[in-house]
């Protein structure tokens, strides 16, 4: 039998053993009712819109904790790589007139090898040089965006694919559309699962994971640690072309698409907490839903003339959270204190020296 605390203390020692991630849950699912319970079906509406908003930023925000979690710096590039995988994708898709998969296929090889050329050619000549690295990636992004307007001008473009029209949810009033909801959600999901998988069970998940806790330690552990960057970046790489594929499959194709859910991106690895892999999942969730709820209600004041603007504020309400987050858990929703974790997680491994030995 389950005794639930009667004082103030015993109810703050039982919150504090509910997981950060099923806290942002349930204050996600509250919010949505709360909100339902004032504007309608409109709310309900905007969190499934979020839902798939947000796994489109999970994608992206996986990607870029990957690489912050080894080399340490905030890659700025990482969205434009996504409008690389987009724009691969309209080339393949419209230019050539080939079937959509032939793009994302085509985007993921073509962004994954982007990512480890200037891993090779930029990053690792600036290792150890966090800040130098960061402005690095500045220009880097810059260079790209020119270099995809100047090659498919700055005109708006569209993929060439079939978008059905939303189906109805049973009576509720509720829609959903399969191509831009449905397929998001299931490629989102299976990429997800994957990076899981890949973590948790694989040689190169576990190296990955060391690197991230301890290089120098990973290193000195028999694990070739430039690979495993190698590798990691091009994984990275790949799920930003998806994520590029798929925003432009709901939007459109531009050289700013992916500089403008950047800071999307950036909210959500904050919020999970930086470095944290299933961090930045929770937390691109929690941007996608905060978003379009905040789009919703900001519209509603401007129907009801208490605001300017509306759906213009949209952005206020994902940035807000993350500095609630910010204020009350420094660290995110799941990130750890790294100065706790030590070199532990590189000794329990207990890695095999799979990548050819202990070169820096």
Not at 12 to 18: Q, T, V, Y
Not at 48 to 61: E, K, M, N, P, T
Not at 256 to 274: C, T
Request: with cysteine; hydrophobic share 55%.
């Amino acid at each position: 039998m389950v005794r639930f605390p009667r004082s103030l203390p015993g109810v703050l020692h039982l919150l504090a053993r509910i997981p950060g991630w099923a806290i942002a849950l349930l204050l996600l699912v509250a919010a949505t009712a709360l909100l339902a319970s004032v504007l309608g079906r409109s709310a309900v509406q905007g969190a499934i819109q979020g839902v798939v908003v947000g796994s489109i930023y999970v994608l992206g925000a996986s990607g870029l904790s990957l690489t912050y979690g080894i080399k340490g710096f905030a890659n700025f590039a990482h969205g434009d790589l996504m409008t690389v995988g987009a724009y691969v994708a309209f080339t393949v898709n419209v230019l050539q007139g080939q079937d959509i998969l032939w793009g994302i296929v085509l985007s993921i090889m073509t962004v994954a090898f982007l990512a480890m050329f200037l891993e090779l050619s930029v990053f690792r000549r600036l290792e150890g040089r966090p800040v130098a690295a960061l402005i690095a990636s500045v220009g880097i992004s810059l260079v790209l965006q020119n270099a995809l307007a100047g090659i498919f001008l700055p005109d708006v473009r569209y993929l060439n694919v079939g978008i059905p029209p939303d189906f109805p949810i049973g009576d509720t009033g509720l829609s959903f559309n399969a191509v831009k909801g449905g397929l998001t959600l299931a490629v989102s999901i299976f990429l997800i699962a994957f990076l899981h998988v890949l973590l948790k069970y694989t040689t190169l998940g576990k190296a990955m994971r060391a690197c991230a806790d301890d290089l120098v330690l990973a290193r000195t552990s028999g694990i070739n640690t430039r690979n495993v960057i190698l590798w990691t970046w091009a994984i990275a790489g790949a799920f930003a072309a998806v994520a590029g594929v798929l925003l432009a499959v709901i939007v459109n194709v531009f050289p700013l698409l992916g500089f403008f859910v950047l800071l999307f991106i950036f909210a959500a690895v904050i919020i999970g907490g930086i470095g944290s892999h299933y961090g930045a999942m929770i937390g691109g969730l929690v941007v996608g839903v905060v978003q379009k709820l905040s789009n919703v209600t900001f519209s509603a004041l401007k129907e009801a003339n208490v605001l300017e603007g509306g759906a213009a504020y949209e952005p206020a309400g994902a940035f807000l959270v993350m500095i609630v987050v910010l204020l009350i858990k420094p660290e995110g929703i799941m990130g750890t204190r790294r100065h706790r974790m030590g070199g532990r997680a590189v000794s329990r491994l207990r890695l095999p020296r799979l990548w050819g030995g202990a070169r820096a």
